[in-house]
């Protein structure tokens, strides 16, 4: 049985992950920066096993990002590595190194550690943010780069951007097989509460909290099908070399209480765009509506054709994963 090490593990997509490489008949070793978080793991996933026995090849080691602790052990005896682990805030932050230096300073780091220890298959997590350019074409896929030059570039895409471009670099001085997966907007179930940020922006929404919503659009994902390219990418090494998007379609954030309201329609959800001048205003009082501004009206959609081609993804429509987002938040009162 082969085991494959998961970093970040008690992330929202990183639990999915684990669920199925576990399902799929793998052995994972997920690293933690806290070791009182492997029993919420645990049982986050066994609820979710076909045989929860396969519980039993669910392991677990310390490491964190920022420090040098651990990863020799947990990359001992692995055979590919999936690099989940990065920050992901809804707020910007105070200053952007505190998003930035983990993020590209720990993926080094874990490269590091896979290729010392003699692991040359890596699938990392990255994002669309790495790959929307603001200042390119309106339709974009996998050859465009985030312009870090551009103006409001947020400090969580020049972490995702400087992360990948760090491990592209790594990995060619390595000799690593590396794929990386670009991620959109990530919504559908969580395997528990600990659902980070982008089911809290759903959460928003549905709690009635702002009487019209900033017309930001998303790439959106289910992560089920985020999960699924993952293991497709570790299971087809021809696909190393390459960045595969995985999106299923895209949505503005007003269509969304759109379709809330219209899914729980005695809930107080706006379905209105903002006009960008009271957001100005609304922002000088709200850290999450600042950092949205530079995002107001500037979506550019992105292809899933080589997901489709090269992993044979058929994505959950967009709609049916928030909707699921939203019934499981529901079902647990959490709004």
């Known amino acids: ?155 969580y895409s020049r972490s995702k951007t400087l992360a990948e471009k760090a491990a592209w670099d790594l990995a060619k001085e390595r000799g690593l097989a590396l794929t990386v997966i670009n991620p959109g907007f990530v919504m559908g179930p969580p395997l528990d509460e600990n659902f980070g940020s982008s089911i809290g922006l759903i959460q928003r929404i549905l709690s009635g909290k702002d009487p019209m919503l900033p017309d930001i659009g998303f790439s959106c994902v289910d992560v089920r099908d985020v999960a699924t390219a993952h293991v497709r990418a570790l299971e087809k090494p021809s696909t190393a070399g390459m960045r595969i998007l995985t999106v299923a379609g895209e949505m503005q954030m007003p269509e969304m209480g759109r379709v809330l309201k219209a899914t729980y329609p005695t809930r107080k959800v706006a379905t209105r765009a903002a006009p960008k001048p009271i957001l100005r205003i609304l922002a000088l009082f709200d850290a999450e509506l600042r950092a949205a501004l530079p995002m107001i009206g500037r979506a550019r959609p992105m292809s899933n054709a080589r997901a489709k081609a090269e992993l044979g993804m058929n994505f959950i429509p967009v709609d049916k994963a928030l909707r699921a987002s939203a019934a499981w938040l529901v079902d647990r009162s959490l709004v």
């Open 1 to 155: 049985m082969q085991t494959i090490i998961l970093t970040g593990i008690s992330g929202f997509i990183a639990k999915h992950i684990a669920l199925q490489l576990l399902q799929a008949g793998y052995a994972v070793r997920g690293s933690l920066r806290n070791a009182s978080r492997a029993d919420e793991v645990r049982a986050a996933i066994r609820p979710h096993l076909a045989d929860p026995a396969l519980l039993e090849h669910l392991t677990f080691q310390t490491a964190d990002l920022e420090t040098d602790t651990g990863w020799t052990q947990l990359m001992a005896g692995g055979a590919a590595v999936i690099h989940t682990a990065s920050p992901f805030p809804i707020k910007a932050p105070k200053h952007p190194d505190d998003l930035i230096r983990p993020a590209v300073e720990g993926t080094r780091r874990v490269l590091r550690a896979a290729a010392d220890a003699g692991i040359t298959r890596i699938i990392l997590t990255s994002s669309t943010a790495a790959v929307q350019d603001q200042t390119g074409p309106a339709n974009q896929d996998e050859s465009n780069w985030c312009n870090l030059n551009a103006p409001g570039t947020s400090a």
